[in-house]
């Protein structure tokens, strides 16, 4: 497991790099553009060239780009869909630039039109639109806090979607204070053994990729999504030790949200975490 922190956009690449690296950052989470915009600019592939040289001289492996909050392909809108499906095939080819092997996507919101219809129509989306995407770059699902009409919080509808498609393809990035938000106890030792097993009966180890690990502000099952220091939280430094101590893949990236994002409490969330790998 590799440890990191999104990166903020603001600052600027290189610098925000360097803190990252200075911080005890391994791995970083990059917003490909502004992520509530849907025109991204286009690529500075000079720029980009820059950026992958600069984070493989530190050893920031792998990069993770996360995508714009604004797709979604649940939308019962087709211009909205339209959009969202271009931005994301967008967000795969720049990730592809950035030689990035994951691209992270929130599954979507059903807006009223049901679960069902919902997830049948991610499937279809991402069944038409893979064969397009460059390879070498994996879409990654993260579950959702399941707030309002947003899809993908627990893992059956995760599975509904992911047994349409292989690993090789499609994966999955377990963020901790949603999982906790929509109800699975990321806060005890047991809690964890048992969403794990949850999550290899009904979906497969094989498909995760990646972790965001964030505290919550929030109560257990409360459906709301507010990321918190770790440690410092409702769910506590329990949970997070037991989901760290598993064998995961030493190059699997785990990414902090936490917030302020940037300052000095990167370095005091990643030497939480460290210190519970000890
Ligand atoms: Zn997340
Ligand atoms: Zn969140």
Not at 118 to 130: A, D, P
Not at 188 to 205: M, N, P, Y
Request: glycine content about 12%; charged content about 25%.
């Amino acid at each position: 497991m590799r440890l990191g922190v999104h990166m903020p956009l603001k600052g600027g690449f290189a610098a925000n790099l360097k803190r990252v690296k200075e911080n005890g950052g391994e791995t970083i989470q990059i917003f490909s553009g502004n992520p509530t915009a849907w025109k991204m600019a286009p690529p500075n592939r000079k720029e980009i060239g820059k950026r992958i040289v600069l984070a493989r001289e530190q050893s920031i492996f792998p990069l993770v780009i996360h995508s714009a909050y604004l797709i979604n392909l649940a939308s019962s809108t087709p211009e909205f869909l339209d959009k969202s499906s271009s931005l994301l095939n967008e967000t795969m080819e720049r990730a592809s630039l950035y030689e990035a092997p994951y691209v992270v996507l929130h599954v979507g919101n059903h807006g009223g039109a049901g679960v069902e219809r919902g997830l049948e129509q991610v499937v279809e989306i991402i069944s038409r639109s893979l064969p397009r995407w460059p390879g070498g770059v994996k879409l990654l699902l993260e579950n959702t806090a399941g707030g309002g009409t947003a899809l993908g919080s627990t893992f059956e509808e995760l599975a509904r979607v992911l047994r349409n498609f292989t690993p090789d393809d499609v994966g999955v990035c377990l963020d901790t204070a949603h999982g906790w938000a929509a109800g699975y106890d990321f806060g005890s030792a047991e809690g964890v053994q048992e969403l794990l097993e949850q999550f290899e009966g009904l979906i497969g180890l094989e498909y995760l990729f990646a972790l965001h690990l964030n505290d919550a502000k929030v109560a257990r099952g409360s459906r709301v999504d507010r990321h918190e220091h770790i440690g410092r939280g409702q769910i506590g430094l329990e949970g997070f030790r037991e989901l760290l101590r598993q064998p995961w893949p030493a190059e699997m990236p785990a990414i902090l949200e936490t917030p302020e994002m940037g300052s000095e409490w990167d370095r005091k969330n990643l030497d939480a975490i460290r210190a519970l790998l000890r």
